[in-house]
């Protein structure tokens, strides 16, 4: 099969999210005036490692609206175990709505920016925001420089973040999600 996304794929469901997968889900939390504010984001990943960098995209809808009215935002990485919590945050809430609150999510502070975060999250990474970037389309991309990271002590082992120790959710395409489970170490030559 062959087509043109401007034509269209003559599928049930695009498959474009389906095949650029498993993606990592930036669960993006920022506090802004109208207040707190969770949401999920599989259109995130790490772009830059020195500085250490990152970018969630999607619609101009509160994370981002809060993360350039505040400078800041906050990724929380997804454990298994969250799943479901995550995906109650992914519901549209009228702006100023706390999804922490909504979902029952533990609320914690950020250290370095004024910002919550998931309180168990396996890992969360505290940005400054770098720039807006338009798309094409109505998205647009938030990228950050990580200024702060926090880590669950029980994540890691022999000074390494153990994946399986928290098995982080992945975005496949569709309503499909999948979780790390087996790691295979492959030096580079």
């Excluded at 250490?52 to 994370?63: E, I, L, N, W």
């Excluded at 914690?108 to 910002?115: Q, R, T, Y």
């Excluded at 994540?155 to 994946?163: A, E, H, M, T, W």
Aim: proline content about 7%; some cysteine.
């Amino acid at each position: 099969m062959f087509y043109r996304p401007a034509d269209g794929h003559g599928l049930r469901h695009s498959p474009f999210s389906a095949i650029v997968a498993p993606r990592p889900i930036g669960w993006i939390s920022t506090r802004a005036a109208t207040g707190d504010n969770l949401a999920p984001y599989s259109f995130f990943n790490a772009v830059g490692y020195t500085p250490p960098q990152v970018m969630f995209s999607g619609d101009f809808r509160d994370s981002m609206m809060n993360a350039m009215e505040s400078g800041v935002f906050a990724v929380n990485i997804v454990a298994e175990t969250a799943l479901h919590a995550m995906n109650a945050t992914s519901a549209r809430f009228p702006r100023g709505t706390d999804e922490f609150v909504e979902a029952g999510i533990a609320k914690a502070e950020c250290v370095a920016i004024d910002c919550p975060r998931v309180a168990d999250a396996p890992a969360t990474l505290e940005c400054r925001v770098v720039k807006l970037v338009e798309l094409i389309g109505p998205e647009r991309m938030v990228l950050g420089e990580v200024v702060g990271v926090h880590l669950r002590d029980e994540c890691i082992v022999d000074g390494r973040l153990d994946y399986t120790r928290y098995s982080p959710a992945a975005r496949l395409g569709y309503q499909d999600y999948t979780f790390v489970r087996e790691v295979l170490a492959l030096p580079r030559p």
